[in-house]
């Protein structure tokens, strides 16, 4: 009996073998960030991807940017770039490059560029979707110029520039001038007649530096990500600049901190504000439709260059004076989804959700009816903060 025993666990066993198509670390070629355009040679695409080769092995015409341009080595990032007549043709053909199993696993952020963004991403959202090693948890960027011109960037803290993007990311609540969404909320907002989507934008900067005290400047440039790119379905219809960002932050929802520096009194004063709350209210019946935007927000004086000492009156007068400069700031980034033609704002979303039955009706000719839709926006901002004294220094 033991003996019969022990051959059916033998047997029972066999099935569990899950390593049959195991592939060994030093066989993969990890992708760590997936950059594509149109292939400007042709009409296809042209994908460009950051590896980090584990088997330290060579490529040819390979661009390092975590190292210099000689030896490739194990920690090194290697920049390839291939062109496909689709996206998985042009995918495949990356397997020519570089020795190894390319794994997409540790894809986190994807960016796309500006000629394709503005031709359609329709291609990209099929091709990512069924991709079965992207997530669909990854950051979506558009460029202004090329997906593989930021790729050559190199990063200016981190190791790699994946992660410096991604870390710009996880902090742009910090400052509020950017905001990149995910692969999937991209997608669920262009599924949804009653929004538009929008991604995040990268851009070049280039700045002088000295490298030492006595010597002469040299210019650098690096990646960073700043305002937004705003589609009408599939296409990029333009950019939102950072402050107007900063709006359309605040009047989804997803406001952070912000610095609003105000002219008071022949000087300046600078406030850190942040949203408590923010309401997008439907008023039902209204033709052409109208809408009522409540914003609660809060500050502290980060600094003032002026010599007026802070008495209550003053600082009355000083919250209704930030009041008003925030109810503008949004108002230009609700003229600007009035400008595009293009409700990434999400009206549409708001009125199906408060009258269904209304929105039956303006479904069908919501895109006419944008540039008259009107926005009544109320602010309502508290100082809590003036720092240590209410007086500026003197002598």
């Known amino acids: 009996m033991k003996t019969v025993a022990v051959l059916l666990l033998i047997i029972m066993l066999l099935p569990l073998s899950g390593c049959w198509d195991s592939v060994e670390l030093d066989q993969l070629a990890l992708v760590l960030l997936l950059g594509i355009d149109t292939d400007p040679m042709g ?4 994908v460009t991807v950051h590896v980090l080769n584990v088997a330290g092995g060579t490529a040819s015409g390979a661009a390092g940017t975590g190292g210099g341009g000689g030896s490739k080595n194990i920690s090194q ?12 043709d042009a995918t495949r053909n990356l397997r020519g490059r570089v020795q190894g199993r390319f794994s997409f696993h540790h894809v986190r ?11 359609g991403i329709k291609p990209v959202l099929d091709f ?7 997530r669909l948890t990854s950051y979506l960027l558009v460029c202004q110029g090329t997906a593989r011109e930021k790729m050559l960037l190199a990063p200016e803290i981190s190791g790699t520039l994946d992660e410096e993007l991604r870390g710009l990311i996880e902090m742009q609540g910090e400052w509020s001038k950017a905001y990149t969404p995910r692969l999937l909320e991209f997608c669920a907002n262009y599924s949804d007649s009653g929004i538009q989507p929008v991604a995040g934008r990268i851009i070049k900067l280039t700045y002088r530096t000295p490298v030492q005290p006595d010597s002469n400047e040299q210019q650098t440039k690096t990646a960073i990500i700043e305002g937004l790119a705003v589609f009408r379905d599939d296409q990029l219809r333009g950019w939102l600049t950072g402050t107007e960002t900063i709006g359309f932050r605040y009047l989804i929802g997803k406001g952070g901190t912000m610095v609003l520096v105000v002219p008071w009194h022949a000087a300046k004063i600078s406030i850190e504000l942040s949203p408590e709350s923010c309401n997008l209210q439907y008023i039902a019946g209204s033709n052409p439709p109208r809408f009522k935007v409540s914003l609660a927000a809060i500050g502290q004086v980060m600094d003032y260059t002026g010599d007026i000492e802070f008495t209550p009156p003053l600082l009355a007068e000083l919250e209704a004076l930030a009041a008003d400069m925030l109810g503008d700031l949004l108002l230009k980034t609700v003229e600007k989804a009035r400008e595009m033609e293009t409700d990434f704002l999400g009206y549409g979303s708001v009125i199906s959700r408060q009258d269904p039955r209304q929105w039956q009706a303006l479904n069908k000719k919501w895109r006419e ?13 508290t100082l809590r903060h003036t720092g240590v004294t209410r007086s500026p220094l003197t002598r």
């Open 43 to 46: 009409d296809g695409f042209e």
């Open 369 to 381: 009816t944008l540039h008259a839709v009107g926005t009544d926006i109320e602010v309502k901002f």
């Open 77 to 88: 990032t290697l920049t390839l770039s291939a062109r496909g007549q689709t996206l998985s």
């Open 128 to 134: 990512l979707f069924r991709a079965q090693e992207i």
């Open 109 to 119: 952020v994807v960016l796309i560029g500006e000629d394709l963004a503005r031709k």
